[in-house]
C-alpha cells in the first residue's frame, strides 16, 4: 500500500509543471497578442489618426520597449526576491487592461500612454516565468521546456494578426483592440486559482538590495553572456522589425491589405519551428557539446535571408507574402534556446536577474531601435514603391551577419563560462 502512495505521489508532480507550462504559455501568448496588435492594425490607425510610418515605430518600439527593459531588470530582481506568482498575475491584470484602455485612444500621446503601462506591466511575467520554470524543470530539459514557453510568442503574434486583423476588418480598429484585451483577466483568475509557488532550488541565500549591481556584474563578467546578449538581440531586431512594417509592406507595396490577418499563420508555424530548434539545440548539446546550442542562433540568423530577398523583390503580393512568412519562419526559430541559454551561466538565485537582463537587451535594441529606425529609413531614405522592402532588406543582411559573428565567439567562450 505504501509503495502505491510512492508511486503515485510522484506521477502527480511530474504531471503539475507540465500544466502550469501550459497556463504560462497562455499568459504568454496574451502578452504578445497585446503587444503585437498595434502593429497588427499600424495602417489603420495611421490613416485614421494621421500618423507617420516613424510614429507607428515608435508606438511599437520605444514607447513599449524602454520601460519594459527598465522596468525588467527590477522586476528580475523581485523575481528571485518575492513571491513569483504575485508579480505575473498582477501584470497580466494591468496590461489586459491597458489594452482594453487603447481602444479608446484619439491621439499619439493617449496611445503612446497606454503603451508605456502595457511595456511596464509586460516587464513582470518572463522573468519570474523564467525563474518557475528553472525551478519546475531539470536543467538538461531547459531548452525544449524554454521553446514551449516561447513558443507562446508566435503564437500570440498569430492570433494578434488572425483576431485582431479580423475584427478590425469587420467592425473598426478600437474594438479590436477593445477584443484582445479581456481574456487576459479570465487567464488571471485561472491562474490565481492554480499556480503555485515551488521552492527554489540550489543556493537558498537571497541576494539583498545592495547585491543587485553586484549580481549584475557577475552575469556581465561573461564573454559569452556578452556575445549571447549582443547576437540574440540583433536577430530581435530583425524579429520586431519584420512584424511592424509587414503590414506596411503588403498594403503599400503590394497592395494587398486583406493578406494581413493571414500573415497570422506563418506566426503559428514560427511557433513549431521555435519547439524545433530547442528540440535540436539539445540534441546537439548532447552530441557535440554544449556550446553547439548557438548553432541553432546561427541557423535562424542567415537561414531567412534568401526568402526574405525573394519574398520583398517579389512582383507579386502573394509570392511576397509565401517568402517574407518563411523568412520569418526559420529567422525567429531561436527564442526558447536564447532565454534557455543564458541560465547555464548564471548561478540559481541569479535566474530572473538573467532572464531579465536577456530581455532589456533585446528589448532595447530589439524592439527600441529596429522599428523607428527601419521606419525612418522609410520615410527619408528608401523612398518610391518598394522602398519598404529596401529598408528591411539592410536591416535583415546588417543583423543576420552580425549575429554570426556574435554566436562563433561565444560557443569559443563557452567552457570558460559555464556554472
Known amino acids: 500500500?505504501?509503495?502505491?502512495?510512492?508511486?503515485?505521489?510522484?506521477?502527480?508532480?511530474?504531471?503539475?509543471?507540465?500544466?502550469?507550462?501550459?497556463?504560462?504559455?497562455?499568459?504568454?501568448?496574451?502578452?504578445?497578442?497585446?503587444?503585437?496588435?498595434?502593429?497588427?492594425?499600424?495602417?489603420?490607425?495611421?490613416?485614421?489618426?494621421?500618423?507617420?510610418?516613424?510614429?507607428?515605430?515608435?508606438?511599437?518600439?520605444?514607447?513599449?520597449?524602454?520601460?519594459?527593459?527598465?522596468?525588467?531588470?527590477?522586476?528580475?530582481?523581485?523575481?528571485?526576491?518575492?513571491?513569483?506568482?504575485?508579480?505575473?498575475?498582477?501584470?497580466?491584470?494591468?496590461?489586459?487592461?491597458?489594452?482594453?484602455?487603447?481602444?479608446?485612444?484619439?491621439?499619439?500621446?493617449?496611445?503612446?500612454?497606454?503603451?508605456?503601462?502595457?511595456?511596464?506591466?509586460?516587464?513582470?511575467?518572463?522573468?519570474?516565468?523564467y525563474s518557475l520554470l528553472a525551478d519546475y524543470f531539470k536543467p538538461e530539459q531547459r531548452a525544449r521546456v524554454f521553446s514551449v514557453y516561447a513558443s507562446g510568442i508566435f503564437?500570440?503574434?498569430?492570433?494578434?494578426?488572425?483576431?485582431?486583423?479580423?475584427?478590425?476588418?469587420?467592425?473598426?480598429?478600437?474594438?479590436?483592440?477593445?477584443?484582445?484585451?479581456?481574456?487576459?483577466?479570465?487567464?488571471?483568475?485561472?491562474?490565481?486559482?492554480i499556480i503555485r509557488e515551488p521552492a527554489r532550488q540550489g543556493d537558498k541565500s537571497s541576494h539583498k538590495v545592495s547585491d543587485f549591481f553586484g549580481v549584475l556584474k557577475y552575469i556581465l563578467k561573461k564573454n559569452t553572456v556578452r556575445y549571447h546578449l549582443a547576437g540574440f538581440s540583433l536577430l530581435?531586431?530583425?524579429?520586431?522589425?519584420?512584424?511592424?512594417?509587414?503590414?506596411?509592406?503588403?498594403?503599400?507595396?503590394?497592395?494587398?491589405?486583406?493578406?494581413i490577418a493571414q500573415y497570422g499563420w506563418f506566426m503559428f508555424a514560427t511557433g513549431i519551428s521555435v519547439n524545433i530548434s530547442g528540440w535540436l539545440a539539445d540534441r546537439l548539446a548532447i552530441q557535440w557539446g554544449a556550446n553547439k546550442r548557438f548553432v541553432m542562433g546561427i541557423v535562424a540568423a542567415l537561414g531567412g535571408l534568401p526568402f526574405y530577398y525573394f519574398g520583398l523583390m517579389a512582383e507579386t503580393a502573394f509570392t511576397a507574402f509565401m517568402f517574407i512568412g518563411l523568412a520569418n519562419v526559420i529567422s525567429s526559430s531561436y527564442n526558447g534556446v536564447a532565454a534557455a541559454l543564458i541560465q547555464y551561466f548564471v548561478k540559481p538565485d541569479m535566474r530572473g536577474m538573467a532572464g531579465a537582463l536577456y530581455l532589456f537587451v533585446v528589448s532595447i535594441i530589439g524592439f527600441g531601435i529596429g522599428p523607428p529606425l527601419t521606419g525612418w529609413l522609410i520615410d527619408h531614405i528608401f523612398t518610391g514603391l518598394y522602398g519598404p522592402s529596401k529598408a528591411l532588406l539592410l536591416v535583415f543582411t546588417a543583423c543576420g551577419v552580425l549575429a554570426t559573428i556574435c554566436f562563433l565567439q561565444a560557443m569559443k567562450h563557452y567552457n570558460v563560462d559555464v556554472e
Request: glycine share 8%; net charge positive; with cysteine.
Open 1 to 129: 500500500m505504501n509503495q502505491i502512495k510512492k508511486a503515485a505521489i510522484p506521477e502527480s508532480r511530474k504531471i503539475y509543471p507540465w500544466i502550469v507550462l501550459g497556463l504560462l504559455v497562455l499568459m504568454y501568448i496574451s502578452s504578445f497578442v497585446d503587444r503585437q496588435i498595434i502593429a497588427v492594425l499600424s495602417t489603420a490607425i495611421r490613416d485614421e489618426l494621421g500618423f507617420s510610418n516613424t510614429q507607428i515605430g515608435i508606438l511599437y518600439g520605444p514607447a513599449f520597449s524602454l520601460i519594459y527593459a527598465i522596468c525588467g531588470i527590477f522586476m528580475g530582481w523581485f523575481a528571485d526576491q518575492y513571491s513569483r506568482k504575485r508579480i505575473i498575475l498582477v501584470g497580466l491584470t494591468i496590461w489586459s487592461l491597458m489594452t482594453v484602455a487603447s481602444g479608446f485612444a484619439t491621439s499619439f500621446i493617449f496611445l503612446a500612454t497606454a503603451r508605456f503601462f502595457v511595456g511596464m506591466s509586460q516587464s513582470a511575467l518572463s522573468p519570474a516565468v
Open 155 to 193: 503564437i500570440g503574434v498569430g492570433c494578434s494578426f488572425l483576431i485582431g486583423g479580423s475584427v478590425a476588418e469587420a467592425f473598426d480598429w478600437q474594438v479590436a483592440m477593445k477584443t484582445v484585451g479581456w481574456p487576459g483577466i479570465l487567464l488571471a483568475v485561472v491562474g490565481y486559482m
Open 236 to 259: 530581435a531586431l530583425s524579429g520586431y522589425t519584420i512584424l511592424a512594417f509587414i503590414s506596411t509592406v503588403l498594403n503599400d507595396t503590394f497592395e494587398r491589405p486583406s493578406l
